[in-house]
């Protein structure tokens, strides 16, 4: 256990060592000069390039320069913003919760619509398996900024019942303003939970084991908790990391959409206009966000399936 | 007269839905007294288990069951939900094949034997420590620890003991064996039936023990039925059996079984075996059979008594077999 | 003249194998057919000029002349729709194709192989799992510049794990079938017994995951020029089509917008209906 722990942390050092190296290097591959983006294309005299070589340390070699980004972001100095003459910490962080309740948001949403409607599905085989089947197979397919323009045209310009736009402010504000963001972002996620949950509660629905708790005189409530949906987590667990790198990034196509000022708008901003090290720093943040969530899911699957190995599954 | 703990009588079961309607079982009767223990053997296919499964009403999907199974004079098949939870928890218990398949893989031991006895209301700690007993009487060391301990934990024959004291927690007058032995290693089996039979004779269970093995059957029945293509062909005490079996089949079955004690090789029984659906006119063995005559192509043989035995062949009386 | 009604049964044969009389995947065969046609005879089937501009339309909805409309340039809808479907069709096209190719080299390799080489590059594609595709393609866009070229690159990087991981899982099955060995004591080389016989067993479920993938990619694809990061106006593009309709919205034109989304969701629905089936028909003849 300790040892299995153990080479997985190496895992997740070795992997985050060579994405921020990856993130970090594409400035470098970037064609033209590196000190023009971080300035932002304004003509600027050779004492201004300077210095701005000079901070952003373009003058050593890349190693060096690599080292000294990596240490400041350990120390959570993540760099400065050439579009925002702002501390890209700063940025982030004013940012930050607005992302965080929108994925919330959405993340309950994605988990009680895609449960409810899996488990609906699987128990009430005919006209509502059928329903549902042909209803998330359309919201897998509807990504997530065509889902915002559906939304926005139904309950902002037609009934008015939600604002299209901005970010609100109180708890009521924000999350009336974030319904209809939360609800385009969870679509797609809440068909693809409600079809593992489906396909992995019939699987256990067709288990020996089953039948014979039927048998013994459980009630059918009781069977389908303790033994369908129960055996069925694994499978929706695995999906689940899946979901949370989705979500991650499609912030940033909802913010975009909805007008809000989030982190995933942020880093489609500083994309334009090649703000760099925003773009390294949320990037970063992604990826780390990605492969704590799978972590999670890994401490998390031994208490779900007690057995040694069994088969991980491989769901998009 | 008080009803038999198990009377079934006249069972048809077939499947109705689309293509895959066929019959399964025709004309299935049978009964076990309290106490009793009494084998029901066949092949593959024969319906032996729809049968006994039958007696918790588990039919498989689509099937429709006609005659009737009681339980203490009670119809199985006729009784409410609620009833039926009821009965399953407290009156008929039932061993499957292959414990492995039948138990939780991700519910701990304890979980199963008191899953029964919570559902019937019992108190946690009261269904902990009645589990910790049964596990105890089945043979299992240290049932304390084995209660936290998951199914992959256990050997095969172990999860067999676990499943024969999940049967026990709701004290049921009537168990029922679908092959609880098939799927063990052979030293198992031997230990297995005998925790089976002790404990049976201990609570004075009534017992159906289904299996193919008709040897097995005899050394812990009183009384064995032997089926072939969904229809009971012989009912008869297991020493008759032996001794003098009625049924062209089930002297097939004994011939086919090798024997350390007889230098005559086994001998098999020609042809294979059908199920209901594909069974011809008339006697369903008439096929196999080496003293088929016209006649027995032409009706379903009736089930006679013959010097106490129940045999459905048309020429029984005139057969002797050794 | 009897060549061909034969040449034709020879091309829909495989189509009609797919659709196996199930109406839906039927349904959605038609659907791509249709794409597929609208994309190549494009300025042959468009009613108007993608790009003309007729002032007198703007955001007229339904009309004769523009039957879904015309947007806040007034540019006809419809057009637009039918250009759009070659840069929405071409892009994922070019992106399956890469990381079919990509991803089966590796995933075979990794499999036949073994040892050193499957843990390099299942380490590989474990990583790149770890990169989100649009992730990959925004940091792209960022080194590259706003266009398409860099979205495709980074989609055909980021899907190729999914085919490599699956093609490496079928490989390794059927590496380990007595066939296989059977081949090697006679003497094939390696190379031979892949493209002879393992990867025959393998096409059906990595089409079935590239044609998933290809909705999948589209659907990226598409989100990129939403944001602005791919196909750039005034190119005719569903992606971008929406973010310009997204304006006219909430002056009460839904056309523009809703338009290309109902498309978007109706040729990703027919791509993974016809994915799902093949994979269905593989799933239900290994059984």
Redesign the interface.
Known sequence: MAGRLLRRAAGIVATLLVTSLLVFGSVQLAPGDPASFLLGGRSASPSAVAAIKEQYHLNDPFPVQYAKWIGGVVTGDLGRSAQFRQDVAGLIAARLPTTLWLIGYAGLLILVGGLALGALAALRRGVVDRTVLIGTGVATATPSFVAAIGLISLFSVELGWFPAFGNGSGLGGRISHLTLPAAALALTFVGLLARVTRTSMLEELG???V?????????GS?VVR??VL??ALAPITTVTGTIVAGLLVATSIVETAFGLSGVGQLLVSSVTVKDFPVVQAVSLLVVLAFVGANLVVDLVQPL?????SHPKGGVR | MTPRLLEIENLDVRLTAGRAARPILDGVSLHVGRGEAVGLVGESGSGKSVTC?SV?R?LPEGAEAAGSVRVDGEDVLTMSAAR???????DV??I?Q?PR???????RIG?FVT??MR?GGMSRDDALRRAAELLESVGIREPRAALRR?P?EFSGGMLQRVMIA??LA?EPRLLLADEPTTALDVTTQAEVIAILTGLRGERSMGLLFVTHDLELAAAICDRVYVMYAGRIVEAQTAGGLFDRPRHPYTSGLLAATPRLESDRPPRGVPGRPVSLAEAPAGCAFAARCAHARPACTRDVPARREIDGAHVACLRAEELSHD | MTALPLHRRGFLAPLARVAGGDKLVTAALAVLTVLTVAAVLAPLIAPHDPDAVDLSATLSGSTPDHLLGADQSGRDVLSRLIFGARTGLLGPLVVVLVSTVLGTLIGVSAAWHGGAVDAVLSRAMELVFSFPALLLAIILVAVLGPGPTAPVIAMSVAYAPYVGRLARSVALREKGRPYIQAYQVQGWSGWMICVGHLLPNIAPLVLAQSAINFGYALMDLAALSFLGLGVQPPAADWGAMINDGSQALLQGAMLPALAPGAAIVITVVAFSTVGESIADRVARRER
């Not at chain 1, 779900?304 to 040694?308: A, E, L, T």
């Not at chain 2, 039926?84 to 407290?90: E, F, G, I, K, P």
């Not at chain 2, 398949?101 to 519910?107: C, E, G, Q, V």
């Open positions: 288990r020996e084991h039948e014979v708790a039927r048998s013994r005189g459980i009630p009781d303790r033994h129960r055996n779900i399936d007690p057995r040694p | 499964r918790l588990l039926l939870r009821d009965l399953r928890r407290n218990s039932m499957f292959d398949a039948s138990i939780n893989p991700l519910r979980d899953e029964g559902a998951y992959h999940g049967a709701g």
